[in-house]
């Protein structure tokens, strides 16, 4: 496979960042990667793991320089402060990425420290864990799933064509819209589960303490699974809540409407509503999401991708 980019450099090697770090090398993507992270303790664990020939360096500045493609994956709420830092190291012709769950904003707030000559093509891969670091990060996160591309007007369509390539090559499939499409369409099916999920945990607690009864002990499978993402980085949340803001309270606001729908339903013994309501989520779920999930099993069971070489090194 011919690399897209001849030399990669990846800021931010927690779970998103190295899985792109173990992805280029089990693909054999590109053979020039540089890493970085600011934790010093990260950057001697990431020489510890030895994720393929990853040269690993100090700073991010000197992680950018001469690099094709720069993807920063910190915070949302640090990706600014990262661009201004990088900006001067930047050679003409970059392009410049991320792997934020937030756009609008970050875009906004980044476009005017980006040089001329560097095209800006931020992207979310719709993929992760309730976990974090480097030793979290796995070489086929990114297979089957979506990769949003969000490109700021300015940038080239060469440079809009790179980036999808580079994503499908790691086994994403890519979408490319507006950074506000993407922040509305997040904030249903990304922010408003996560927010459910820390109230529905902190209610659980609530009532077991009123209650002085085991309620968690005895949670069951529906529980677990729906929770399951309470256990994310609160810093990371936090950021992403309150950068989305606005989508986030519009969704919030459908749901807890709907929720009051449901609460008048039980109050009035209405079954019917409830049979409506109940039948209405599953049959959309079906069309949408597991008619989707077994083509995609399907699609895995006919591919030649179940065969590929992974390098020794990867986490799976």
């Not at 090697?13 to 280029?24: C, D, E, N, V, Y």
């Not at 769950?101 to 980006?114: D, G, H, W």
């Not at 974090?132 to 440079?159: E, Q, R, Y």
């Not at 729908?261 to 209405?280: C, M, P, R, T």
Request: with cysteine.
């Amino acid at each position: 496979m011919k690399p897209v980019f001849r030399r990669i450099a990846i800021i931010g090697q927690g779970l998103i960042g190295s899985s792109i770090t173990r992805a280029i090398y089990s693909r054999d993507i590109s053979s020039q990667v540089v890493i970085t992270d600011q934790s010093p303790a990260v950057r001697k664990r990431l020489l510890e793991l030895g994720l393929g020939h990853a040269k690993v360096v100090h700073s991010s500045a000197e992680a950018v320089d001469g690099a094709d493609l720069v993807i920063g994956c910190v915070p949302v709420a640090s990706y600014s402060d990262l661009v201004a830092e990088i900006a001067p190291h930047l050679k003409q012709g970059a392009v410049l990425s991320d792997v934020g769950s937030v756009k609008a904003s970050v875009v906004e707030r980044s476009l005017t420290l980006i040089p001329e000559g560097v095209d800006f093509v931020p992207a979310h891969p719709l993929a992760g864990t309730e976990f974090s670091g480097p030793d979290a990060g796995k070489a086929k996160l990114f297979m089957d799933k979506w990769c949003i591309l969000t490109p700021v007007p300015s940038a080239s369509s060469d440079a809009v064509e790179k980036v999808s390539r580079f994503w499908q090559s790691l086994g994403s499939r890519v979408e490319v819209m507006t950074p506000e499409k993407h922040d509305h369409a997040l904030a249903i099916t990304s922010h408003l589960p996560h927010l459910s999920a820390f109230s529905i945990f902190h209610t659980a607690l609530h009532r077991e303490e009123i209650d002085q009864s085991p309620v968690m002990q005895f949670s069951a499978g529906a529980f677990r699974d729906f929770t399951r993402i309470a256990a994310s980085n609160p810093q990371m949340w936090r950021d992403i809540f309150l950068l989305n803001k606005e989508p986030l309270l519009d969704a919030l606001e459908q749901f807890v409407s709907d929720m009051e729908k449901l609460s008048d339903a039980i109050k009035a013994d209405d079954g019917d509503a409830l049979v409506e309501f109940i039948s209405k989520s599953r049959v959309t779920r079906k069309s949408n999401i597991e008619d989707e999930d077994k083509a995609k099993i399907k699609k895995m069971m006919n591919s030649n991708a179940r065969n590929e070489i992974i390098k020794p090194y990867s986490s799976d």
